[in-house]
């Protein structure tokens, strides 16, 4: 018996990372899993693993960029299993459409390029703003649980991440909005603002080593968290029973970084 049993999940970014050990423990929790992600033999990896386990997922790769495949990722996903009851919209786009990158490199505010505006944006808040409008009919009939991503880059205005800034704090409007909006059918929609060790993170770092090492350094309890260790059961709890009465919130995944 797990806290998600027969419950239907779609994680979008679940090709690594934090969407990757999403999909895993929610599908070790009992529920059916949608991995949707960028490419295609990431997704099918993920697959693999978590049916090697002997629970139960399905692949839809899926460019969050593209609002027809998020809606095609939606109805795949009712074709499959009947309904949605939780959409975990963990995916960003870096760089462009035509260069895209695995992370942001620090720009100054005033060269920010139009392109890397348009596609941070498309892949970031109209990717949650699609994923939530696709799944709705489905979660307004049964209720549902959302969770959207944001970032503490965007919260405190880290310098050269013009572009992932704004598109961050929009997803947190967007969040406040549907929460307020579609309470009265018991969807809750919230915002998970993580500090978890990927490939992001580590690319990231790579581009702003110590502005990055400092941050760890502000870390109280002294370490960078494991997306599955650590991230892991916090995305459960939210999804789970006892979550239903949380709603428009943002939290903060982070060993105490940043406080509020
Ligand atoms: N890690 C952190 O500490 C941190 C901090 C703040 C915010 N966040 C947020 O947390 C979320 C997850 O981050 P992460 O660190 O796990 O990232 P990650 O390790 O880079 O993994 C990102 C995943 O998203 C997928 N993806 C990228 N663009 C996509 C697109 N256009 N369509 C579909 N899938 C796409 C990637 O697919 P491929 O396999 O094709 O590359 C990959 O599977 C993001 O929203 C990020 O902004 C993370």
Same mark, same amino acid.
């Given at each position: 018996m797990g806290v998600l049993d027969g419950k239907v999940a779609i994680v979008t970014g679940a090709g690594r990372g934090i969407g990757k050990a999403t999909a895993k423990v929610y599908a070790r929790e009992g529920a059916k899993v949608v991995v949707a992600?960028?490419?295609p033999a990431n997704v099918q990896k993920v697959v693999d693993e978590i049916t090697a386990e002997g629970f139960i997922a399905i692949g839809v790769p899926t460019d969050v960029g593209k609002k027809d495949e998020m809606f095609n990722m939606v109805a795949k996903t009712v074709e499959a299993? *009947? =309904? !949605?009851?939780?959409? !975990? $919209? $963990?995916a960003q786009g870096f760089g462009t459409e035509e260069n895209p990158r695995a992370s942001t490199i620090p720009t100054p505010l005033e060269d920010t390029d139009d392109a890397e505006w348009d596609y941070t944006f498309r892949t970031g808040a109209s990717a949650t703003l699609w994923g939530m409008q696709a799944v709705f009919p489905h979660m307004k009939v049964n209720g549902g649980r959302i969770i959207n991503f944001s970032s503490g880059s965007g919260i405190e205005g880290f310098p050269g991440n013009t572009c992932y800034n704004a598109t961050k704090e929009a997803i947190r409007a967007l969040t406040r909005t #549907? #929460?307020?909006?579609w309470g009265k059918y018991g969807i809750s929609v919230n915002t998970v603002n993580p500090s978890l060790k990927t490939d992001a993170w580590d690319n990231w770092m790579a581009n702003n080593t110590d502005f990055v090492e400092g941050l760890k350094d502000k870390m109280p309890l002294g370490f960078l968290g494991d997306a599955e260790e650590h991230g892991g059961p916090w995305m459960v709890w939210l999804a789970s029973k006892g979550g239903e009465y !949380? =709603? *428009?919130m943002t939290f903060f995944l982070n060993g105490g970084r940043y406080m509020n």
């Open positions: 992600s960028r490419t299993f *009947g =309904t !949605v009851d939780i959409l !975990v $919209n $963990n #549907a #929460a307020r909006e !949380v =709603t *428009g």
